[in-house]
């Protein structure tokens, strides 16, 4: 047959990019090159996606599901397998309810068109208040305050890079992470056409990033003071009088006032000491940031995983406000992704609808902090977690405290993990039920279209078809949503439930494209395809370029975007929609909201403390890995991409110690001993370990990630450390003690 070309979107960060994947007579990929013809990414890959080829042909990688017998893992049927899995949650929840079971979604779930699609049914099924998700060790701020100040926490406004003048960045390294809750391919040409059309791109990091590197100006910053930095841009832009009298938000914004009043003690020269920016500098960037034609700030999982995450996500869309740069082009904007159902209208965004049990934690987004999954799996009594599913995550490494998070997932009753390896969390499952390889996989970004900086739509479909008998991503998630309800039988009774369902909804439905016809009709116009497909071909239709099951005969279609665009489908630049958007209780913007402004007592405390002396942490991101999950690919654990403690150079010099020692950091959770690598990237008083590693526990099969296995960041980290406002993790501006180990 000889070789063949495949082309499909990569599924391993954010960014989108098309794929052109070169295969051979038996399905192994053996070359991966950019797809020039993807009007989104042109060509554009990065050294993750080139290494598709050797993830999807991982020699470690499972192919069969896993059943513990005792302390060892064995390969076992699916029959089997699901068997297990049934008994085991059934017993569970006969014993001690359907609280005592817990779910864990993890980051690469985001990066699947299954996860999306399929976990939630999980948790319904179960019925359980016991979700966990990696959002709380990174994005929840994001959501919390986007749900307060615009009534949805998935209207995240995006940095429109293409337009904008002048980017101010916060807590973002994009060079290196190739963006977050902002897809953009080509991140770096992106930031090279603001420069090269006479624009400004400002970075704000205690690091001096490649990105830093590459924009205008970077400021250092001490790590968890955001917040001031960003009180002190507002409280410039109300004393100046450079507050922006926008046409487009005229009488769509409230508590402008009560913001003024808020911002009043935190002028530039009382939070220049704390953050270690001074006063100038911070009153020059405001008066750029509103003099600029075309403006955006972009805050990014630095400002989110630290004490006051979610003030800093809110102060990042006030400032976009405050110039007149939301929902502007060239501003900040709101994506519209082909799938979303424009008639759709979400209720108020609230927290605190329940509480964690040990420590009553808020509920937020229906999930609760997993800073304190520890807690509810140790601490005894009625609610105790005694059996838990985790889907495509590695909590074990990546928890605050993951040491004792480790130790607590031993003491389970029962485990099952959806994963392709047995790694530091997966070790400890009864059942580990593989999904099929990246290229037998289809490919649609349910989760991260809606965050792109065009509106933009692509499907892959599978290049290699299944083997017989071998489940699909899809209904290995199906299967266990009806396994966890206490029923069993075809997975795709789920889809045609959901199917039904949704198309009742939209026949009913003010505002829907369907409204008003018969839901056996449109069921019959579906796609012919997979179950999955169905859906979303479903999903398209109703959206907000969708045919509308006919009456838009140019409309799109999950055939037509398969058929005639498979290398994607631009759908045109961001455009204005705040309108479509809002869904607060008052219609309007909350600038101020009240839960906000009360947490803003924190920050005086603070201030009037003064800065603190302590040595403190920050993570790093690597260009060749994504969280932990990427480590057994040997081409990405080469070069830079090394588990250093990297701290300033006069720093180092006080401790006595030089490149190449080892260095002991410690907190009150735990300590690790690292490699020294001073640099002056790195701002005095900061060190920096990067996250994701630690591979060095028995019972993993990841051969090369063992083989390089560095150390785990978040022994150090602390899970009594949380942004109270979102619960989230705080894994940056962690106080630490760092020493040299004795030769």
Not at 190 to 207: E, Q, S, W
Not at 357 to 364: F, I, S
Not at 544 to 552: H, L, Q
């Given at each position: 047959?000889g070789d063949?070309?495949?082309?499909?979107?990569?599924?391993l960060c954010e960014?989108l990019?098309?794929?052109?994947l070169?295969l051979?007579?038996v399905?192994t990929?053996t070359r991966?090159?950019g797809?020039e013809?993807?009007?989104?990414?042109?060509g554009?890959i990065c050294?993750?996606?080139?290494t598709l080829?050797?993830l999807d042909?991982d020699p470690?990688r499972?192919?069969?599901?896993?059943?513990?017998?005792?302390?060892e893992h064995?390969?076992?049927?699916?029959d089997e397998a699901?068997e297990?899995v049934?008994?085991g949650?059934?017993?569970?929840?006969a014993r001690h309810?359907r609280?005592s079971?817990?779910v864990?979604i993890g980051?690469p779930?985001a990066?699947?068109i299954?996860?999306?699609?399929?976990?939630?049914a999980?948790?319904?099924?179960?019925?359980?208040?016991?979700l966990?998700?990696?959002s709380?060790a990174d994005?929840m701020?994001?959501h919390?305050?986007?749900?307060?100040?615009?009534?949805?926490?998935l209207a995240?406004?995006?940095p429109?890079l293409?337009?904008?003048?002048?980017?101010l960045?916060?807590?973002?390294?994009?060079l290196?992470?190739?963006?977050?809750?902002?897809s953009?391919?080509d991140?770096?040409?992106r930031?090279k056409?603001?420069r090269?059309r006479?624009?400004?791109?400002?970075?704000?990091?205690?690091r001096?990033?490649r990105?830093?590197?590459?924009?205008?100006?970077?400021m250092f910053i001490?790590?968890?003071?955001?917040?001031f930095l960003?009180?002190?841009?507002?409280?410039t832009?109300?004393a100046e009088?450079?507050?922006?009298s926008?046409e487009h938000?005229?009488?769509?914004?409230?508590g402008l006032d009560?913001l003024r009043?808020l911002a009043?003690?935190?002028?530039?020269?009382r939070v220049?000491?704390?953050?270690?920016?001074?006063?100038?500098t911070?009153r020059r960037?405001?008066?750029?940031?509103a003099?600029?034609?075309?403006a955006?700030?972009?805050g990014?999982?630095?400002?989110?995983?630290?004490?006051?995450g979610?003030l800093?996500?809110?102060?990042?869309?006030?400032?976009?406000v405050?110039?007149g740069?939301?929902?502007?082009p060239?501003g900040?904007m709101?994506?519209l992704?082909?799938?979303?159902?424009a008639?759709?209208?979400k209720?108020?965004f609230t927290?605190?609808?329940?509480r964690?049990?040990?420590r009553e934690l808020p509920?937020v987004?229906?999930?609760?902090p997993?800073?304190t999954?520890?807690?509810?799996?140790?601490?005894?009594?009625?609610g105790?977690i005694?059996?838990?599913i985790?889907?495509g995550?590695?909590?074990?490494?990546s928890?605050?405290?993951a040491a004792r998070l480790?130790?607590?997932?031993?003491?389970?009753?029962f485990?099952?993990?959806?994963d392709?390896?047995l790694?530091e969390?997966t070790r400890h499952?009864?059942?580990?039920l593989p999904?099929?390889r990246p290229?037998?996989?289809?490919h649609?970004d349910i989760a991260?279209v809606?965050?792109a900086?065009r509106n933009y739509?692509?499907y892959?479909?599978p290049?290699?078809p299944?083997?017989?008998?071998?489940p699909s991503?899809s209904?290995?998630?199906a299967?266990l949503?009806?396994?966890?309800s206490?029923t069993?039988?075809?997975?795709?009774?789920?889809?045609?439930?959901?199917?039904?369902?949704?198309?009742?909804?939209?026949?009913a439905?003010?505002?829907?494209?369907?409204r008003?016809?018969d839901?056996e009709e449109l069921r019959?116009?579906?796609?012919s395809?997979?179950?999955t497909?169905?859906?979303?071909?479903m999903?398209?239709?109703?959206?907000?370029?969708?045919d509308?099951f006919?009456a838009d005969?140019?409309?799109?279609?999950l055939?037509?975007?398969?058929t005639e665009?498979?290398?994607?489908?631009?759908?045109g630049?961001l455009?204005?929609?705040l309108?479509d958007?809002?869904c607060?209780?008052?219609?309007?913007?909350e600038?101020?909201?009240?839960t906000?402004?009360?947490?803003?007592d924190r920050?005086h405390?603070a201030?009037?403390d003064g800065?603190s002396s302590a040595?403190?942490?920050?993570?790093r991101r690597?260009?060749?890995?994504?969280?932990s999950w990427?480590h057994n690919?040997?081409?990405?654990?080469?070069g830079?991409?090394?588990?250093?403690?990297?701290?300033?150079?006069a720093?180092?010099d006080?401790?006595?110690?030089t490149?190449?020692?080892?260095?002991?950091?410690?907190?009150r959770?735990?300590?690790?001993?690292?490699?020294?690598e001073p640099t002056d990237?790195?701002?005095?008083?900061v060190v920096?370990?990067p996250h994701?590693?630690?591979?060095?526990?028995?019972?993993?099969r990841t051969?090369?990630?063992?083989?390089?296995?560095?150390?785990?960041v978040?022994?150090?980290?602390d899970e009594?450390e949380?942004?109270?406002l979102s619960?989230?993790?705080?894994?940056?501006g962690?106080?630490?003690?760092v020493?040299?180990?004795?030769?």
């Amino acid at each position: 047959m000889g070789d063949r070309t495949a082309f499909r979107t990569c599924p391993l960060c954010e960014a989108l990019c098309g794929l052109e994947l070169t295969l051979d007579d038996v399905g192994t990929v053996t070359r991966v090159r950019g797809d020039e013809k993807d009007p989104f990414s042109m060509g554009f890959i990065c050294p993750k996606g080139a290494t598709l080829g050797s993830l999807d042909g991982d020699p470690d990688r499972l192919a069969e599901p896993l059943v513990r017998g005792g302390e060892e893992h064995a390969p076992a049927g699916w029959d089997e397998a699901f068997e297990t899995v049934r008994k085991g949650l059934s017993d569970v929840i006969a014993r001690h309810g359907r609280d005592s079971v817990a779910v864990y979604i993890g980051n690469p779930t985001a990066h699947s068109i299954a996860g999306p699609l399929y976990a939630g049914a999980i948790v319904k099924a179960i019925g359980t208040r016991n979700l966990f998700t990696a959002s709380t060790a990174d994005q929840m701020p994001k959501h919390v305050s986007c749900g307060h100040m615009f009534g949805d926490p998935l209207a995240i406004p995006v940095p429109d890079l293409d337009r904008t003048d002048h980017l101010l960045m916060l807590g973002a390294n994009p060079l290196e992470s190739n963006g977050s809750l902002c897809s953009a391919p080509d991140f770096p040409g992106r930031l090279k056409a603001i420069r090269a059309r006479g624009g400004k791109v400002v970075v704000v990091d205690p690091r001096r990033t490649r990105t830093a590197a590459l924009a205008d100006e970077h400021m250092f910053i001490r790590p968890g003071t955001d917040a001031f930095l960003l009180m002190a841009l507002v409280h410039t832009l109300f004393a100046e009088d450079l507050v922006a009298s926008a046409e487009h938000l005229d009488g769509r914004v409230n508590g402008l006032d009560d913001l003024r009043a808020l911002a009043v003690d935190f002028a530039p020269e009382r939070v220049a000491e704390v953050t270690g920016v001074e006063a100038g500098t911070i009153r020059r960037t405001a008066r750029e940031l509103a003099a600029a034609d075309r403006a955006a700030v972009y805050g990014r999982i630095g400002t989110c995983t630290q004490a006051y995450g979610t003030l800093n996500s809110w102060l990042v869309d006030v400032l976009n406000v405050l110039t007149g740069n939301l929902d502007r082009p060239g501003g900040a904007m709101f994506p519209l992704p082909a799938h979303a159902p424009a008639y759709r209208r979400k209720k108020p965004f609230t927290t605190g609808r329940w509480r964690s049990r040990v420590r009553e934690l808020p509920e937020v987004n229906g999930e609760l902090p997993v800073a304190t999954l520890a807690d509810e799996l140790e601490t005894p009594g009625e609610g105790q977690i005694k059996a838990l599913i985790t889907i495509g995550g590695n909590p074990a490494l990546s928890a605050p405290n993951a040491a004792r998070l480790d130790r607590a997932l031993a003491g389970l009753e029962f485990m099952v993990s959806v994963d392709p390896y047995l790694n530091e969390t997966t070790r400890h499952a009864t059942v580990v039920l593989p999904p099929p390889r990246p290229v037998q996989t289809p490919h649609y970004d349910i989760a991260l279209v809606g965050l792109a900086v065009r509106n933009y739509a692509r499907y892959s479909p599978p290049v290699v078809p299944l083997p017989d008998g071998r489940p699909s991503e899809s209904e290995v998630l199906a299967r266990l949503a009806l396994l966890a309800s206490g029923t069993d039988g075809d997975p795709a009774a789920l889809d045609e439930m959901i199917i039904s369902s949704t198309l009742a909804k939209a026949a009913a439905a003010e505002g829907s494209p369907v409204r008003g016809r018969d839901p056996e009709e449109l069921r019959k116009m579906l796609d012919s395809g997979t179950p999955t497909e169905q859906r979303l071909d479903m999903m398209l239709r109703l959206g907000p370029y969708g045919d509308g099951f006919g009456a838009d005969p140019s409309g799109l279609t999950l055939t037509k975007l398969r058929t005639e665009h498979p290398h994607g489908l631009d759908l045109g630049a961001l455009e204005p929609r705040l309108d479509d958007v809002l869904c607060t209780t008052s219609g309007r913007v909350e600038l101020c909201p009240s839960t906000f402004a009360a947490d803003v007592d924190r920050l005086h405390s603070a201030l009037s403390d003064g800065p603190s002396s302590a040595m403190v942490l920050i993570g790093r991101r690597h260009l060749r890995s994504n969280n932990s999950w990427l480590h057994n690919v040997p081409e990405l654990v080469r070069g830079s991409n090394t588990c250093t403690l990297q701290l300033n150079p006069a720093d180092a010099d006080r401790l006595g110690v030089t490149a190449g020692d080892s260095v002991r950091v410690a907190s009150r959770t735990g300590a690790v001993e690292a490699i020294a690598e001073p640099t002056d990237t790195v701002m005095p008083g900061v060190v920096s370990l990067p996250h994701g590693w630690g591979h060095d526990r028995p019972g993993t099969r990841t051969e090369v990630a063992h083989r390089h296995a560095g150390v785990n960041v978040n022994v150090v980290t602390d899970e009594q450390e949380i942004d109270p406002l979102s619960g989230n993790a705080v894994f940056n501006g962690v106080p630490v003690t760092v020493e040299p180990v004795p030769r």
